[in-house]
């Protein structure tokens, strides 16, 4: 400092010393953000800083007191009225501790040189920031050519001495970084140029990641990576806690954690609780990791030490090893009640009653064991292999069993034995019920014959000794090798039987019994007999000289043959009587399929030879001239879709949807074109889209249906969203579901039901419509329809169907309860974001969508017991019509919601206190957005409180009312710190 400027260093002293006073804290008091480590900072150094001035004269360390009259160590240089200056201030070394990226935070005051009177015009108000890294923490000179600048510094604002008098001096701060670095540390260094400077503060620091716990995984302190680049970090899973998915976050440049990946979840026995595992609590239980919190154990167990991953049963009670450990301990059954059995010649048929305790289980299932006794009843032996058993001997579902091939006119014990899953576990003997039976005679038959070229007359002997007299014969026959293909049983109460319309010079077998009183004989021996080329009479027994010709071929099945039918199952049996008797007309009406005067059975179009025939059956032809198109209003996968008007000759004009087949169509797109048309005529129901014709005479060709002015119901919802009361959406429910309890009726199942295929009239009328991947039931009510390809909408579509493309009325319901989730949210889109995979996955583990936000409860669980697993745990349609009609009429049960138990269960608790994003979007029941606003990088509960509408749109937060509650909530947020409002 020159000695002959006097009044220049004392002005800039004294102003420094009014600056630290005033501008700046003590150090004790500056804070610094969680996600910065400093390395360096001048104001908290205990001592002298020591940095190292060259030349001596230029940078000078000066001590000054701060607010709490703390020294605060500093340096100035104000070497002004000396041309070519070059004074450099080198730091002590700095040891990087690992991190690439380092930041300098300097803050200075600066002297205008305007302000200065009389000096040079080389006086600076810049200075220079260098650095130079090295392994070595001693080195006492560095070349100036091996420092590498970081930046040229300028002030935003300098002072006078005006200003100091005036009291307004500010501090400039500039923050300068350094990027890959690799050496053990660095040195850092300032060059001044003949600049009037105090540089009141160095900071030296690098910022990290701090740790944090997120989905039960703990992210370490992560130094952020050079340059921009992210780090990626790996989580360890908390205490008692295990990886579901690897848990990974990235750390980035600025210091914060983005787009966290996969979780950890709580071992069995441990549930979470804010963001850690805790030990089940005696009695319940955690039997998988994948489950999220600890259950109560079922009925007839129980748990007495914490951390339990299953429960014991209660003695007498047991699991099978198959069995959900959330399911009740359940024992083996009684024994089977009601035996009955009825014998036929060799043949018993045994039934029984279930019994009447199944152990609290459903896979009741029976053993048979037969056994022959002697005429004294005395001494009993297993019957052997030689006796058949249909359907089978063990493991029998159903409680009825057909008992063949025993021996005619003996006595035979059977013992009926329940079991189920559990009766292997039990030590108990099982429950059993016996039933003895005894056999009848066997009636033995000897054939004779004669023959023509397309006819075969059989004559034969009453049979020895038969047990009572014989009430008719039995002749069964089929041609040579054909067996198992087509045989015909015929009947007839004489001795002989002429058997018509044969095939010439061909081969037949033929086999007789009789049936006495006491039940069925057995065949006689077989004979193949060959019809003649030409007319031949060739009679086996001259003394026969009636012979009575029963031939009218058997259309009839009748069910009192129904056991010899079975045994054969899969073959043709033909009767042949002059009259049915009263009691096989019975057995026949009982076990069909009874159709009801004026009901209807739907008839898939394709059962048609001639698909126009089809159209003619069910769709009526309309003059392209009554029709009046007025507007496109979409388009379909055939061509577009226009609204118009549609005038009958002696009917009032009226609105119409029509769809127009497209040029160039192929005659397989006509026919699935109008293959629709075809199936929606033969439907007539208020919730079903009406079909008013077809034009097919001439192009295009055309569907003509009822027009539904409000369109899809989902595009509907969305622009009504929140403009329904709960009483007008369970109205649309109770038509969706009386549309499709009609279509079930009709053993028709849809396939494809979906907000989106529903359309809405003026009325809010509600319709079931688009019946393209609509496939029909087969006469059993519980057969499915296989498909054989083509794509499946996920979303709505049954785990069964998914798995084995297998539909029944039964998916339909679980598309229902889909669409009940669509109507009460408004159109929302099922799962979410969720893909097609995790939609799967995630119902095989036994996840289903929550209830919506204003959800009543008695809605929540009827969508519930429509995805139920089991398809037979379903309701049916007419079970979910009952239930919303008692929901209407009764509007009270639709007053509790499911989504305001929390606030019900403590109403002095009105606000829930949250720390992390996900909470806070858990308590407001916004849960399933919580990826989203991770990927946005939204993880701090500080990060939303500036979210906006549109950003929120962006994220895929496009429901208005969604938004709302969220922006609420953030304003909650803002004013209320932690606290929100659920």
């Known amino acids: 400092m020159a000695p002959f400027f006097p009044w220049i260093y004392p002005s800039l002293f004294f102003s420094s010393l009014f600056i630290f006073h005033e501008l700046v804290p003590s150090a004790a008091l500056r804070n610094y953000p969680e996600n910065e480590v400093t390395l360096l900072d001048s104001m908290s150094a205990p001592g002298d800083l020591e940095w190292l001035a060259y030349p001596a004269e230029g940078w000078e360390e000066i001590s000054v007191m701060d607010e709490r009259n703390t020294p605060m160590r500093t340096y100035q240089v104000c070497n002004v009225m000396e041309a070519n200056q070059n004074n450099w201030l080198r730091t002590r070394h700095i040891r990087r501790e690992g991190a690439q990226r380092v930041y300098i935070e300097i803050k200075f005051t600066l002297r205008d040189c305007n302000s200065l009177p009389g000096v040079p015009g080389t006086c600076k108000e810049t200075f220079n920031m260098f650095y130079h ?36 001096m500010k501090l400039n701060t500039e923050v300068r970084d350094i990027s890959n670095l690799s050496k053990t540390g660095f040195y850092l260094a300032f060059q001044d140029l003949g600049a009037c400077i105090a540089l009141v503060s160095v900071r030296i620091f690098y910022k990290k990641c701090p740790l944090t716990v997120l989905n039960l995984a703990t992210f370490p302190d992560t130094i952020t990576g050079g340059d921009s680049a992210l780090v990626e970090v790996q989580g360890a899973c908390v205490n008692a806690s295990e990886e579901h998915e690897t848990p990974r976050m990235y750390c980035s440049a600025d210091g914060g954690w983005l787009v966290p990946i996969g979780r950890c979840v709580c071992k069995p026995g441990y549930e979470e609780h804010k963001g850690v595992c805790q030990p089940c609590r005696p009695g319940s239980y955690k039997a998988s990791a994948t489950d999220a919190y600890c259950s109560k154990c079922p009925p007839h167990s129980s748990s007495h030490q914490e951390k339990a991953s299953e429960c014991v049963c209660e003695p ?57 006794c002697s005429g004294d009843g005395r001494k009993c032996v297993p019957c052997g292999s030689a006796v058949h058993f249909v359907p089978r001997q063990f493991g029998v579902a159903v409680a009825a069993v057909l008992v063949t091939d025993l021996q005619p006119h003996s006595n035979y014990s059977f013992t009926v034995e329940s079991q189920n899953g559990v009766s292997d576990l039990s030590p108990s003997p099982r429950g059993e019920v016996t039933v003895n039976v ?28 038969p047990s009572g007299g014989v009430v008719e014969y039995e002749v069964i026959y089929y041609e040579k090798n054909q067996r198992e293909q087509n045989y015909t049983v015929l009947k007839t109460r004489s001795h002989m039987m002429t058997v018509d319309g044969l095939k010439p010079g061909t081969t037949y077998v033929f086999r007789v019994r009789a049936r006495t009183e006491g039940g069925y004989g057995t065949y006689g021996g077989e004979i193949e007999l060959e019809t003649s080329h030409e007319d031949i009479l060739a009679i086996g027994d001259p003394n026969q000289v009636t012979i009575l010709v029963v031939s009218i071929a058997g259309g009839i099945v009748l069910l009192i043959f129904l056991v010899a039918c079975f045994v054969v199952s899969g073959r043709h049996c033909g009767y042949i009587k002059a009259k049915q008797d009263p009691d096989e007309e019975k057995m026949q009406f009982q076990h069909g399929r009874v159709k009801l005067p004026g009901s209807r059975t739907y008839i898939h179009p394709h059962t048609y030879e001639d698909p126009n025939q089809a159209i003619r059956d069910f769709a009526k032809e309309i003059d392209a001239s009554s029709i009046r198109i007025e507007r496109v209003i979409g388009a379909g996968e055939f061509g577009e879709v226009c609204s118009g008007r549609l005038r009958l000759q002696g009917k009032r004009e ?45 192009k295009p060709v055309m569907i003509i249906t009822e027009f539904m002015e409000n369109g899809s119901l989902d595009t509907f919802l969305k622009k009504h969203d929140g403009q329904f009361t709960v009483i007008q959406l369970v109205g649309m429910l109770r038509g969706i579901a009386s549309g499709m309890k009609y279509l079930s009726d009709m053993g028709y199942v849809h396939r494809d039901l979906a907000a989106r295929n529903i359309l809405v009239n003026s009325n809010l009328v509600c319709k079931v419509s688009d019946f393209g991947l609509s496939r029909v039931l087969e006469d059993d009510p519980e057969a499915a329809y296989t498909t054989r390809g083509g794509k499946i909408p996920i979303r709505w579509t049954s785990p069964e169907a998914i798995a084995y493309r297998k539909f029944t009325s039964a998916s339909d319901v679980w598309s229902y309860g889909i669409v009940m989730w669509e109507v009460v949210s408004y159109g929302e889109r099922p799962y979410w974001e969720m893909s097609n995979q995790d939609v799967i996955k995630a119902i095989d583990e036994g996840y289903r969508l929550p209830a919506p936000m204003d959800c009543p409860v008695v809605l929540h669980q009827l969508m519930l017991s429509c995805w139920e697993k089991s398809r037979s745990d379903r309701p049916k349609f007419d079970i979910i019509v009952t239930t919303l009609d008692k929901l209407i009429r009764n509007p009270a049960s639709l007053r509790e919601l499911a989504n305001s138990s929390v606030c019900r269960q403590d109403p002095t608790t009105p606000e829930v206190s949250v720390t992390t994003v996900e909470e806070w979007l858990e308590a407001i029941k916004m849960g399933q957005y919580k990826e989203s606003f991770s990927s946005a990088g939204y993880v701090t509960l500080d990060s939303v409180l500036y979210i906006s509408a549109s950003e929120l749109g962006k994220m895929g937060v496009t429901l208005a009312g969604h938004q709302k509650k969220i922006l609420s909530s953030v304003q909650s947020l803002s004013t209320q710190g932690t606290q929100v409002q659920v």
């Open 133 to 168: 890294e090295s392994n070595n923490a001693n080195l006492w000179f560095i070349k100036e050519s091996q420092y590498v600048k970081i930046d040229t510094i300028a002030a935003d604002e300098s002072f006078t001495q005006v200003d100091v008098g005036d009291r307004v």
């Open 316 to 372: 007498g009670f047991y699991l099978a090893e198959s069995d959900p450990r959330s399911m009740a301990c359940t024992r083996p059954p009684s024994a089977p009640r009601n035996p009955i059995s009825s014998v036929n010649e060799t043949c018993v048929t045994l039934e029984w009653s279930p019994p009447s305790d199944t152990g609290g289980r459903g896979d009741v299932t029976y053993n048979l064991f037969c056994r022959k």
């Open 438 to 465: 005894t056999t009848s005679q066997t009636v033995s038959v000897v054939l004779k014959e004669r023959r023509s070229k397309d006819s075969v007359t059989l004559a034969w002997q009453e049979p020895d000794r």
């Open 654 to 698: 009226i609105y119409v949807a029509i769809k127009s087949l497209k040029a160039g169509y192929s005659d397989k797109q006509r026919r699935d074109f109008l293959s629709e048309a075809s199936i929606m005529g033969q439907f007539d129901h208020p919730n079903i889209i009406r079909l008013e014709g077809v034009v097919t005479r001439c």
